[in-house]
C-alpha cells in the first residue's frame, strides 16, 4: 500500500486543486474593458441588461441586481417584511449569511432540522414553527438540489408569509421541470467565484411580484424611489427616501462580467452533472463514503459534492481524513458547521442538540472538489487520493 502524503509519502498530485474555482477568458474581459471605456461605471446599461438576461434564464418576470449574495438576502428579508415583530425560520444546514439576514433587520431566527437525504430543510420540522410572527421561511438549496418547495411554499402561504429561497448553489437547477428562480415568492443568487457564474462579488434576487421587486430596488439604493440616471433623464434633482435602505448596488463593470459569464451556464451546469456522475461510479463501491442523491423530480446544479464518511468503517475521524485529503494536494473542504452553533448564535440562546439530523450530518460531511474548469486529471486524482486514503484507515 503507498505511504500516505500525510505521513511522509508521495502526495497524488504535486499543486493544490481547490474545492471551486472560477473560469475567466478573453470574452469576459472585453466585456469588462468595453463598460471601462464607455460613459457609465455603475448602474448603467449594463445592470439592466444582466437582470433582464438573469430573469429570462429562470423564468422569472424581475430580477434585481445586488452587491453580493449577502446583500441579496438582506434585501429579500426587507421585501418579505422581517423586523423586530417579524421573525424567519431558515435551516441549520448552510453558510451563516442564510439566517444572519434576518438578524440585520432584528428580527428573530428559528431553525428547523433537516431531510436526512437531501440535508435540505424539511417541511415538518418547519410546520410547528410556523407562528403569527413568522414573516419568511428561508430555504437553501444545499449543493444545488432544490428545497421541498411546493410544500415549503405552502407552508408560508397558509400564514401570510413568503418563501424566500437561497439559491446561492443553485443556478441552473430545476424542480419539477421549473428553474430554479421562478418558484419561490423571492429567490438569491450569488455570483461569489466559486459559484456558477461570478460577477467578482455580486448576487440577485428573482421574483414574479411587482411589488416586491419594487421592494428591493427601493433597499438597493438607500431607500430612495428614484436612481441618478432616472432624475438625469428627467432632468430633476428631487428624489424622496421613504426607507431606510443602504448602497447594494452592482455595478456594470460586474455586469457586464456576468452577462458574458452567464453564456456559459448551461455548459459549465452541464459539466457539473458529468463530473459528479463521474465520482458516483468510481465511489460507488466505496463501503466507507455515503454518497449524494437527488430526489425525482428535480435536477441539481451541483455547487457542491458532499459524502457523508461511515465513520464505522474507518479508523480515524473526519478531521484526519480531510488532512490526509489535503496532504494529497486535494482541496476537500466542509459545509457546514451547524449555524447554530456558531458563537453569535449561541449567545442567543441556541443549544447544542436541537437538529440531531443535522448534526450528526455534519460530523461526517466532506465537500470534493466540484467546479466546471476540473479536467478529467482532476476529477481522476481526486478518486486515486480519495482511494488511497479511505483504504489506509479502512477498519
Ligand atoms: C455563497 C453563499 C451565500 C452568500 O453569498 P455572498 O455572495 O458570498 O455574499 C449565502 N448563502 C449560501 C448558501 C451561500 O453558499
Not at 83 to 107: E, I, K
Request: glycine fraction near 8%; hydrophobic fraction near 45%.
Amino acid at each position: 500500500m503507498p505511504t500516505l502524503a500525510v505521513d511522509g509519502g508521495a502526495p497524488v498530485r504535486s499543486t493544490l486543486l481547490p474545492y471551486g474555482h472560477q473560469i475567466i477568458d478573453d470574452a469576459d474581459i472585453a466585456a469588462v474593458v468595453r463598460v471601462l471605456r464607455s460613459e457609465w461605471l455603475t448602474t448603467g446599461p449594463a445592470v439592466e441588461t444582466f437582470e433582464r438576461e438573469v430573469a429570462a434564464t429562470v423564468g422569472a418576470r424581475h430580477a434585481v441586481a445586488l452587491a453580493n449574495g449577502t446583500a441579496a438576502l438582506h434585501a429579500a428579508a426587507f421585501a418579505a417584511g422581517i423586523g423586530p415583530d417579524r421573525g424567519a425560520v431558515t435551516t441549520p444546514m448552510t453558510f451563516a449569511a442564510s439566517a444572519n439576514c434576518v438578524r440585520y433587520l432584528g428580527g428573530r431566527v428559528q431553525f428547523a432540522d433537516v431531510q436526512p437525504d437531501s440535508l435540505n430543510i424539511d417541511p415538518a420540522a418547519v410546520a410547528p414553527l410556523m407562528q403569527d410572527g413568522t414573516a419568511a421561511i428561508i430555504a437553501v438549496d444545499f449543493t444545488g438540489q432544490p428545497a421541498d418547495l411546493d410544500e415549503l411554499r405552502a407552508l408560508a402561504d397558509a400564514s401570510g408569509a413568503c418563501l424566500i429561497e437561497d439559491a446561492a448553489h443553485a443556478l441552473g437547477a430545476t424542480y419539477g421541470g421549473r428553474p430554479v428562480g421562478s418558484v419561490a415568492h423571492l429567490t438569491t443568487f450569488s455570483f461569489h467565484p466559486v459559484k456558477h457564474i461570478t460577477t467578482g462579488e455580486g448576487g440577485i434576487v428573482t421574483t414574479n411580484d411587482e411589488r416586491l421587486a419594487a421592494r428591493l430596488r427601493l433597499f438597493r439604493n438607500h431607500g430612495i424611489t428614484t436612481d441618478a440616471r432616472q432624475r438625469e433623464a428627467a432632468g430633476s434633482w428631487f428624489y424622496e427616501m421613504t426607507a431606510l435602505g443602504f448602497n447594494y448596488r452592482l455595478s456594470d463593470l460586474q455586469c457586464a462580467l456576468g452577462s458574458a459569464q452567464l453564456t456559459r451556464l448551461s455548459d459549465w451546469v452541464a459539466r457539473r452533472r458529468a463530473i459528479a456522475a463521474h465520482y458516483a461510479a468510481a465511489f460507488a463501491d466505496e463501503a466507507a463514503l455515503e454518497l449524494p442523491s437527488v430526489r425525482p423530480g428535480r435536477d441539481s446544479a451541483w455547487h457542491l459534492y458532499v459524502v457523508r464518511l461511515r465513520l464505522e468503517r474507518l479508523t480515524v475521524d473526519r478531521h484526519q481524513v480531510f488532512k490526509a485529503l489535503r496532504a494529497e494536494n486535494i482541496g476537500v473542504n466542509v459545509h457546514y458547521i451547524p449555524v447554530p452553533w456558531h458563537p453569535y448564535y449561541r449567545d442567543l440562546g441556541f443549544a447544542r442538540g436541537g437538529w440531531p439530523v443535522a448534526e450528526a450530518a455534519y460530523e461526517r460531511l466532506l465537500s470534493m472538489p466540484m467546479w466546471a474548469g476540473m479536467t478529467d486529471g482532476d476529477v481522476a486524482d481526486t478518486v486515486a487520493a480519495v482511494k488511497k486514503v479511505l483504504r489506509a484507515y479502512r477498519r
